[in-house]
């Protein structure tokens, strides 16, 4: 079993940056493929991105370009780095580790106009 704790959210204005941190109770070189969803209100949960254990990435259209995901494992911490911001990204962001089907209690962005 793995505990996820996301941090890092908040209030920024369009065209700002935030990094977001996931960080896990166990192990995340074990935990294998982690991802980053989002999910704004009134819509469902989508994919941001997915990290997999030798560190190779994938991206949802939505972000591709604006973020990055990557992994610490000395610090059991994924991060998701996003930049240029806009009102749509505005969401509660979610860690989840695939291998355990566990979610983060998630983090909420909020962008400004």
């Known amino acids: 079993q793995v505990q996820l704790a996301e941090s890092g959210g908040g209030l920024v204005r369009t065209g700002g940056s935030l990094r977001l941190s996931c960080a896990a109770s166990v192990s995340i070189f074990r935990a294998g493929t982690m991802a980053w969803y989002r999910q704004a209100p009134g819509k469902q949960r989508e994919l941001v991105g997915r990290i997999y254990s030798d560190s190779s990435t994938m991206y949802a259209e939505s972000m591709k370009g604006r973020c990055s995901i990557s992994r610490d494992n000395t610090k059991n911490t994924v991060y998701l780095q996003m930049n240029s911001l806009k009102p749509e990204d505005t969401a509660a962001y979610y860690c989840?580790?695939?291998?355990?089907?566990?979610w983060g209690q998630g983090t909420q962005v909020t962008v400004s106009s």
């Open positions: 989840y580790a695939r291998d355990y089907r566990t």
